[in-house]
């Protein structure tokens, strides 16, 4: 079959000519349509998943004549992650809703396959490819008493796992080379950071303290392409330096100061766990440095050809001849290429979400403000397609209190949102991770202060230019940032519509001082940076019921149901309370078609209080909206 799969979907994403609908959420929150692709070592194959009758399906694709072959059905599982252990053999890992997580093998000349059970498990994930040794993997295990994580090796062959790394106090990250061995892990106490080293395997481990939770030196990143020494972010500096770390004398060399904003994700060649290659930092607009010349030269080799979308490398084969590109921005979920580098051919493969028409998209527009107090702000906003007038907002505030700064990245939630007649925003509050340690500190003591003013003036400036309907902004807070949206909403300075929570708990007083020290708070816990910030001194507020009985708007809350329901419904809230489990009663099985469901009926909400031409008012039994 020569490409008739990858063309059909490139060919139904570029189809505009049909009036623009509202995405579907089965679409953006769905499997993807393209996905997995890596090429083999030899270059001489493509791994590909692709999206068929709603369920995922392993293809490989001869690079010489184009032909795709099917290879397996992964039926209602997600898939993970998949690499090739030589040139004849792919692993998958799936996470399948009925058995968890399954490791499968698959031989490609005989179509053989064989599953691997890893088990049902939530306290563990897949950390490391062994390349050495391609039927194992390394797993990283949360400890029985969640004070931190150990390593176990996977067996695929055997289905059977064993410890390589006992934790041996309180690790909370490990840092492994490119085959997978231990060079240093980093230890988290309520009070202290210790860097962990040891010169031998057999030997007992050195602790070098570098900082507090709340005043950390260090933030370390990776091992370094030397195999030996760390990467970290040095906050010693604003802003933040990128540095090699010698782990035994904790030497430092600076490779990356940035002018304004501190570097963040460090990126690999298509491999988890794999020789980074550079760094991925926010800029004017998303940049990276380049840990060598070789890595620099090629990603300027893969711009020239993509000018305008941000580019990764997904795959690369062993001769570094054969390369999977993906790119993407704000508006692109994504788009596979392959790159040959010898006849500098660039063939197009494919979307990432496939049938999604540009007409539908928002346009996405920085933007920057002056607060009251002389602090100069930043923002993204999102405009919604075709409006003749300024359309209602959604103020956006995801997950964490204090969160990295806005990138430049396309966000299904964003766009349905944009496609449905809502403009988006967001705002790099005081305190947000991404313009320096000096920016962060102004955060401090400011969650019931000076960020909900800086929320406010934002809102009112972009009304100022005309952007948006002031009388109809809805705050949409999500997670831990949910806090910061109560404290938004209840600020009488602020004229806002509506209240968006999803999973951020309001619904009981909350005693922090009894609470254990956020080390031993799991990581998937919504309290984890709520003590963190209690005990860094960052967060003195009221607590949320507190915040409950001064908040009132039409409200739509994703959260447990009784408690919320009781303490909501006591303040006389107009308030849509959708239950964590309602999905479970439906029979979801897919965690993003759980999102989906409840985005369905988020916006059944925002049609029966804040109705637009794209989203509206269902009519009513007797025929009227």
Do not use: C
């Not at 330096?241 to 690999?268: G, H, I, N, Q, W």
């Not at 090629?298 to 570094?320: A, C, G, H, K, V």
């Not at 359309?391 to 449905?420: T, Y």
């Amino acid at each position: 079959m020569r490409l008739q799969i990858l063309l059909f979907f490139l060919t139904a994403s570029l189809a505009t000519t049909l009036p623009a609908k509202p995405l579907p959420l089965e679409k953006l929150y769905g499997p993807a349509t393209l996905s997995g692709l890596k090429i083999s070592p030899d270059g001489s194959r493509l791994a590909i998943t692709v999206l068929k009758d709603d369920q995922q399906h392993i293809g490989v694709m001869s690079l010489t004549d184009l032909s795709l072959a099917p290879v397996a059905r992964l039926g209602p599982a997600v898939l993970v992650n998949l690499w090739w252990a030589n040139d004849d053999r792919i692993l998958v890992l799936i996470d399948d809703p009925n058995d968890g997580i399954i490791y499968k093998s698959i031989e490609i000349s005989t179509g053989k396959a064989t599953t691997h059970f890893s088990g049902h498990y939530r306290d563990h994930w897949l950390i490391h490819e062994l390349p050495d040794q391609p039927d194992k993997v390394l797993m990283a295990y949360q400890t029985a008493n969640y004070t931190g994580y150990e390593l176990r090796e996977f067996d695929l062959i055997r289905n059977r796992t064993r410890v390589v790394e006992k934790n041996p106090g309180q690790v909370q990250q490990w840092l492994l080379n490119a085959k997978g061995e231990v060079v240093a892990a980093v230890e988290l106490t309520s009070e202290q950071l210790f860097l962990l080293h040891r010169t031998t395997s057999a030997a007992r481990w050195t602790k070098i303290p570098y900082g507090t939770p709340e005043e950390p030196v260090f933030e370390f990143m990776a091992v370094h392409p030397d195999q030996r020494r760390l990467l970290a972010l040095d906050y010693t500096t604003d802003p933040a330096r990128l540095v090699a770390v010698d782990p035994v004398t904790m030497a430092t060399e600076s490779l990356f100061a940035p002018e304004r904003f501190d570097p963040s994700v460090v990126e690999s060649w298509g491999k988890l766990g794999g020789m980074p290659q550079s760094v991925i930092h926010p800029a004017e607009t998303t940049a990276r440095h380049h840990l060598s010349q070789i890595s620099a030269a090629l990603q300027r080799e893969i711009d020239r050809s993509l000018p305008d979308t941000f580019n990764s490398i997904r795959s690369i084969s062993r001769d570094e001849e054969k390369l999977v590109i993906f790119t993407a921005n704000a508006q692109s979920p994504g788009f596979y290429y392959l790159l040959d580098r010898p006849s500098g051919r660039l063939m197009p493969l494919g979307p990432s979400i496939g049938g999604i028409e540009p007409a539908t998209l928002g346009r996405n527009q920085p933007f920057n403000f002056a607060t009251s107090d002389g602090l100069n702000l930043q923002g993204e906003f999102l405009a919604p397609p075709k409006t003749e007038h300024p359309p209602p907002m959604v103020l956006l505030l995801e997950e964490d209190v204090f969160r990295r700064r806005e990138g430049l990245i396309f966000s299904s939630l964003r766009q349905a949102f944009a496609s449905r007649g809502y403009a988006v925003a967001s705002i790099d509050y005081r305190g947000t991770k991404g313009y320096g340690h000096g920016f962060v500190l102004k955060g401090r003591h400011q969650i019931a202060n000076r960020i909900p003013l800086d929320l406010i003036e934002g809102v009112q400036w972009l009304g100022q230019q005309g952007w948006i309907d002031p009388n109809r902004v809805i705050v949409m807070g999500t997670y831990d940032a949910g806090w910061v949206a109560m404290h938004t909403l209840a600020r009488p300075a602020g004229s806002y519509a509506g209240w968006i929570n999803i999973s951020t708990p309001v619904a009981h007083e909350v005693d922090i001082d009894t609470v254990k020290p956020f080390y031993v708070v799991p990581d998937w816990s919504p309290w984890r940076d709520l003590v963190e910030l209690k005990h860094s001194g960052i967060i003195q507020a009221p607590s949320p019921v507190k915040l409950l009985a001064q908040i009132n708007v039409p409200a739509f809350h994703f959260s447990p149901g009784e408690h919320v329901r009781r303490d909501v419904r006591r303040n006389s809230r107009t308030a849509v309370i959708v239950d964590f489990n309602f999905t479970r009663r439906m029979k979801i099985s897919d965690p993003r078609m759980r999102s989906a469901a409840v985005y369905e009926k988020l916006f059944a909400f925002l049609a029966e209080h804040f109705p637009t031409e794209q989203n509206s008012r269902p009519p009513s039994a007797d025929g009227r909206n």
